[in-house]
């Protein structure tokens, strides 16, 4: 069984910065692309930024220059490092990994339950 289990949101005044991270724990074979979606209140939820396993990344044009997206391949782990947040910002982040657990032959996506983040004015 696979799991992604993302942690450091949290509430911050406007121009604060947090880091989110995620892992990706169980029987894993292999992990292609990661990423980080968000989600507000009464919006769709929309890609922030995501980083291929050979650390290409894309960023959303609303985050480029603030949110900076990283990988640990080694403990299947993606970070997002989150500076100058505005109170846009708020939503709830969810991580992502398209992965292949073992014994399967083919890549499926995984979601993780998300983590609240809150930019006060």
């Known amino acids: 069984q696979v799991q992604l289990v993302e942690s450091g949101g949290g509430l911050v005044q406007a121009g604060g910065s947090l880091r989110l991270s995620c892992a990706a724990s169980?029987?894993?074979?292999?992990?292609?692309?990661m990423g980080w979606y968000r989600q507000a209140p009464g919006k769709q939820r929309e890609l922030v930024a995501s980083i291929t396993g050979g650390g290409r990344t894309y960023y959303a044009d609303s985050v480029k220059g603030r949110f900076t997206i990283s990988r640990d391949n080694a403990e299947n782990t993606v970070y997002l490092q989150m500076n100058s947040l505005k109170p846009e910002d708020t939503a709830v982040y969810y991580c992502n990994a398209d992965l292949m657990y073992s014994g399967s032959y083919y890549y499926s996506d995984y979601w993780g339950r998300g983590t609240q983040v809150t930019v006060l004015s």
């Open positions: 169980g029987s894993i074979s292999s992990i292609n692309a």
